[in-house]
């Protein structure tokens, strides 16, 4: 015979964290069986502590109040209970605040959405955080470089500011809800094969609250939340990368109960650039080099995130080979320094030759004792258009 958590010690369903504690250390005592004079005073202490460990639970208490007591029984006897719905994540205070503000990605899309598709609120309870919230911003490599404040406008959910999202106007006249009597909560006994099934559900009526208001509020039809347009600062540092997520803390959807908004997590995209491809803190540039250039050498200009600097190119330099200028390329995040540019040379094989170009050039494989057998047509073809 199994007895619902809440009678087993003797709080009403809307105890606090404190009052089932203490209704812990009362009965404890009394059942411990070192001092208990019950025959079943054993059985009895350990149904009261797994009573205390699930209802001290945030997790598990909700779940408990949504499943009833014999569905979440039989889930916890199938290996188990761990988290509630919705799960997984990060837990109701998730990131934690200092430290690295950066953690990982996760989907898109409209956030407003996000956190009406995600988990929804069950039931009352106490003050709880709001969802954490995503979104996304595309940035140039170049302001990745410098480091920039970015306007980000974000349509995101509101506790509604005319209600103070209690879902009814503050003068309304209430009444105790008729259908579970203010507790909140309704449960349904039904007699199957497989025995007695009590179910606990949210009240249908009032929705959890207890109480009946005569009056729903207008602005947000009594749900307590409202779409909010907000333009937020982003400040984004220099040396971020595609992938990587700031986290605005209380920027996110609007606690219920009191509780302090979730987060805003802002997924970084760093858009592609003409010339430059990047591995992490190190830039890659291709550099084209004329034959002439790749021969004698040269002074060139390499451009950088930064203007372009002078670089010395070998006398005999060869397609492929790189040159490496050291802290040309990304700053590191969060660290000193930057990475480097690393230059690759491109030798460019000279194509569409004037007659003076292609007659040098015979000359030079002449004189390098070359016997180029080349497509005679070919050269005929390109004197007779000049
Ligand atoms: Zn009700
Ligand atoms: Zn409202």
Redesign the pocket.
């Known amino acids: 015979m199994s007895e619902d958590f809440y009678e087993v010690l003797g709080v009403s369903r809307d105890a606090s964290q404190d009052e089932i504690e203490q209704a812990y250390r009362k009965k404890a005592a009394e059942y411990h069986p070192d001092v208990s004079d019950d025959p079943n005073a054993e059985e009895k202490f350990k149904r009261i502590r797994k009573a205390k460990e699930v209802l001290t639970d945030e997790e598990q208490r909700r779940a408990y109040d949504q499943m009833g007591h014999e569905r979440f029984e039989q889930a916890d006897k199938r290996g188990g209970f761990d988290g509630g719905p919705g799960g997984a994540g990060a837990g109701p205070f998730g990131g934690g605040g200092g430290g690295d503000p950066f953690g990982g990605a996760g989907g898109m899309g409209d956030i407003f959405e996000q956190f009406f598709g995600g988990g929804g609120g069950g039931g009352r309870g106490g003050a709880r955080q709001g969802a954490d919230l995503r979104t996304s911003l595309s940035i140039t490599l170049a302001e990745a470089y410098e480091g920039v404040t970015k306007q980000l406008n974000v349509t995101r959910p509101e506790r509604c500011p005319d209600c103070d999202g209690s879902g009814h106007p503050p003068g309304a006249d209430s009444q105790t809800?008729p259908?579970?009597n203010?507790?909140?909560q309704?449960t349904t006994v039904r007699q199957t094969p497989l025995g007695r099934v009590q179910q606990t559900r949210t009240?249908s009526?009032?929705e959890?609250?207890?109480t009946l208001y005569d009056e729903t509020c207008s602005t947000c039809g009594g749900g307590g939340i409202t779409r909010e347009d907000a333009s937020l600062e982003v400040e984004i540092p220099s040396g971020i990368e595609s992938g990587q997520t700031l986290r605005m803390e209380r920027e996110g959807a609007p606690g219920e109960g009191g509780g302090p908004e979730g987060d805003l997590l802002v997924e970084i995209e760093v858009e592609d650039h003409p010339d430059f491809d990047r591995d992490g803190a190190d830039l890659h540039y291709t550099l084209p080099v004329s034959f002439p250039q790749a021969v004698f050498g040269d002074a060139v200009e390499v451009p950088t995130l930064d203007g372009p600097v002078e670089m010395d190119l070998d006398a005999g330099v060869q397609s492929g080979e790189t040159r490496r200028l050291r802290s040309k390329g990304m700053p590191r995040l969060q660290r000193r320094g930057q990475g480097d540019l690393l230059v690759h040379v491109q030798v460019v094989t000279p194509r569409d030759l004037n007659e003076e170009q292609r007659e040098a050039l015979e000359a030079f494989a002449e004189a390098s004792d070359e016997d180029l057998e080349v497509d005679q047509t070919f050269f005929e073809k390109i004197k007779s258009s000049f």
């Open positions: 809800c259908q579970c203010g507790r909140g309704e009240c009526r009032c959890g609250e207890g």
